[in-house]
């Protein structure tokens, strides 16, 4: 595994993915050359949205678990706040398969996996500030992560100091505004922003390293994506400079609280974060 190699530790997959099995194989191999440990790796993967009563939680991380060769995770998130109908489809278009299920009985199948051993830890994601007080306010174990969307175009610092405020860490996905991947309905992202591509060339940096610093001195951890080793390189080589006052307050500027993953589908769901 390329990102292993190069000094990644933190490995982000979900069930919805299904990549959990293909990622289960580069680990057994991984491991099998004795360079790199288990318990070397932080392992986060989540519960998808048709199973969040509590009697699936365990069931389905177990079912992870298998396909990732492990006996634990570092780290179990329930991927969105809101319910499907179990057999309704990963994604379902109409409101009947819409669950009623509280995120509340799904947080104590959660804890659960703690108790068996099978999560080392657990937390939210893309849950907004009340509903993660909830959780706060009815929990046995706390979340340690809120999993949201944070670039430049949604920087998320009020989401940020709030989880700060309870100890919990804030970890942005799309953090490169998912660049290349083709979809109109998508803001631009600011990888592609003339001022940044300008900042590259001043630090000697690529604009995606730029963003990438940018993003982790708001006190958050990142997972770009890559599958090009050049950038899987290329992104984690972001540990040896910084940003100085002017242009950080650039790209404080380009905030509009615009999401390149709205699950705008489920916009009237009882559970809709945003
Ligand atoms: N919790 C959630 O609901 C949720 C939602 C979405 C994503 N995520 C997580 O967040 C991760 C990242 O999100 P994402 O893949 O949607 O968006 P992203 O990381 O913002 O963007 C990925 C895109 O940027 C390109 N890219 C990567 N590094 C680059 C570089 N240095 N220069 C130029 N282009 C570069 C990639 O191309 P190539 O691959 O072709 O190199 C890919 O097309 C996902 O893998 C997933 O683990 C979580």
């Not at 809101?82 to 278009?93: A, H």
Request: aromatic share 12%.
């Amino acid at each position: 595994m390329y990102a292993i190699d190069v000094g990644y530790r933190h490995i982000d997959t979900a069930w919805f993915y299904k990549n959990e099995e293909e990622i289960g194989d580069a680990l057994k191999d991984t491991f099998s050359k004795g360079k790199i440990k288990r318990e070397d790796l932080f392992i986060v993967t989540k519960l998808w949205n048709n199973f969040h009563e509590r009697k699936s939680v365990v069931p389905k991380l177990k079912e992870s678990l298998k396909f990732l060769r492990l006996d634990y995770v570092d780290l179990f998130l329930i991927h969105w706040p809101f319910g499907f109908k179990e057999n309704s489809g990963d994604l379902p278009q109409d409101e009947s398969s819409f669950s009623e299920v509280d995120y509340l009985e799904t947080w104590k199948g959660m804890e659960e996996c703690v108790d068996l051993g099978l999560a080392r830890s657990i937390g939210l994601s893309n849950f907004n500030e009340e509903q993660t007080e909830r959780v706060l306010q009815n929990c046995r174990i706390r979340p340690v992560v809120n999993q949201v969307e944070v670039n430049p175009n949604i920087n998320q610092k009020k989401l940020i100091q709030f989880c700060k405020e309870r100890d919990i860490i804030v970890t942005g996905f799309c953090p490169l505004g998912r660049l290349g991947t083709v979809n109109s309905a998508y803001p631009q992202s600011t990888v592609l922003d003339p001022k940044v591509v300008e900042m590259a060339s001043k630090y000697n940096k690529s604009p995606a390293q730029i963003i990438l610093r940018y993003l982790i001195s708001l006190g958050i951890s990142v997972i770009p994506k890559s599958v090009t080793k050049s950038r899987i390189l290329e992104n984690f080589q972001i540990f040896d400079f910084a940003l100085d006052a002017e242009d950080t307050a650039y790209l404080d500027t380009c905030n509009k609280n615009q999401r390149v993953s709205p699950m705008a589908t489920y916009k009237d769901h009882k559970y809709y974060p945003f």
